[in-house]
């Protein structure tokens, strides 16, 4: 199965901070790579998918980048109801899915 | 609006089975897969599965294999999640969420809201 590792897993930001947040893959899944944002009690969220693109009403602050076995999800200008859980998901080995563990942006 | 609504909040004793549906509105049921996944209290989230909506195809996790079943009903745009032979680390929120793109450019667009299962004597 692939693995997927992000880091940190958590950090402490503040609002107006440029955050990046790093995913990678245990072998090279192009740019099958998906970022969700988990807020406490509510389900996952579509932020971006194949790498790179901006999921339909995801603010434009939030951008993505990578290939191959590295990915990045960046939040340019970090906002109040930015902080939450952040989970990369492969899905070149779909149907079998796989998540990272999950980064955790907090207010400093 | 598009939406996936799960049933509710399910207590079991350890042995027990569950089945928890998902009930898709808004769009057309059988054009979009089906995948459930899970997360523990306080941990990342879990594949457990895929389901074809077209042709019933599934595929499950090693870990819940051979004690899970998806399935679904298009007459009704339900999906449903049965585990069986419960144990207490089954205990998570459950969630289906619709398969949006083309293999293998798969992404979860559409969640429900989750299912909280807890399994405890």
């Known amino acids: 199965d692939i693995q997927m590792t992000q880091s940190p897993s958590s950090l402490s930001a503040s609002v107006g901070d440029r955050v990046t947040i790093t995913c990678r893959a245990s072998q090279s899944i192009s740019t099958y790579l998906n970022w969700y944002q988990q807020k406490p009690g509510k389900a996952p969220k579509l932020l971006i998918y194949?790498?790179?693109s901006l999921q339909s009403g995801v603010p434009s602050t939030f951008s993505g980048s990578g290939s191959g076995t590295d990915f990045t999800l960046t939040i340019s200008s970090l906002q109040p109801e930015d902080f939450a859980t952040y989970y990369c998901?492969?899905?070149?080995?779909?149907?079998?899915?796989?998540f990272g563990g999950g980064t955790k942006v907090e207010i400093k | 609006q598009v939406q996936l609504v799960q049933s509710g909040t399910e207590v079991k004793k350890p042995g027990a089975s569950v089945k928890v549906s998902c009930k898709a509105s808004g769009y057309t049921f059988n054009k979009y897969d089906i995948y459930w996944v899970r997360q523990a209290p306080g941990q990342g989230l879990e594949w457990m599965g895929w389901i074809s909506v077209y042709n019933g195809n599934t595929k499950y996790a090693q870990k819940v294999q051979g004690r899970v079943t998806m399935t679904t009903d298009t007459s009704t745009s339900t999906a449903y999640m049965e585990l069986r032979s419960l144990r207490s680390d089954d205990t998570a929120v459950y969630y289906c969420?619709?398969?949006?793109?083309?293999?293998?450019?798969?992404?979860?667009?559409?969640w429900g809201q989750g299912t909280m299962v807890t399994v405890s004597s």
């Open positions: 998901q492969q899905s070149y080995s779909t149907p079998l899915l796989t």
């Open positions: 969420a619709r398969d949006w793109g083309s293999p293998p450019d798969d992404a979860l667009d559409i």
């Open positions: 194949g790498a790179s």
